[in-house]
């Protein structure tokens, strides 16, 4: 019979897995030594910002966005890096109700924060989307396209015998 050596197999197969199911039980020194922690000036990340100023209020050096769910005030400080969009350096006046900013923040409580750069401007357009090929293709099929569908309507109706002149005689 083939039981002994289906047995042999089995033992054998069992004794080559026993390393590798020791080697998973058994921790690896770099498992064992948890990694150190990143500092978390690398970690921490300015969270951007982006909308249309609502108010400003040059005594306090803040500016304040309406988002769609809440308000948030921004503290301008001599760190913050004011840019105008169109190039150049801007300055708080720049910072007016109705003026389009972009740029990046630390948070410092609820809804409050302090600007680290700003750019001040109008939106940058979108480029317009100019037609491909592809595109154009699709609204106007080819001439080659045409003779396509007309050579298969051509050789269905040729196909059925009620189409050829032929067939009815």
Do not use: C, W
Request: aromatic share 4%; hydrophobic share 35%.
């Amino acid at each position: 019979m083939h039981l002994p050596s289906f047995t042999k197999i089995l033992v054998a197969s069992a004794l080559l897995s026993l390393p590798l199911a020791l080697q998973a039980q058994t921790p690896t020194p770099a498992a064992a030594s948890p990694r150190p922690a990143a500092s978390p000036e690398k970690t921490q990340r300015n969270p951007p910002f982006r909308g249309t100023i609502t108010s400003a209020d040059a005594a306090a050096q803040t500016f304040t966005i309406q988002g769609k769910v809440k308000t948030r005030v921004f503290k301008v400080t001599s760190e913050t890096k004011l840019l105008k969009r169109a190039g150049g350096a801007a300055t708080f006046a720049d910072l007016k109700a109705g003026e389009y900013v972009t740029g990046s923040a630390k948070k410092l409580g609820e809804g409050q924060f302090e600007a680290e750069s700003v750019k001040v401007g109008p939106k940058e357009p979108k480029p317009e989307a100019t037609p491909t090929a592809s595109a154009s293709a699709a609204a106007s099929p080819s001439p080659s396209a045409s003779r396509r569908s007309t050579t298969r309507r051509n050789s269905k109706s040729a196909a059925t015998p009620a189409a050829s002149p032929s067939a009815a005689q």
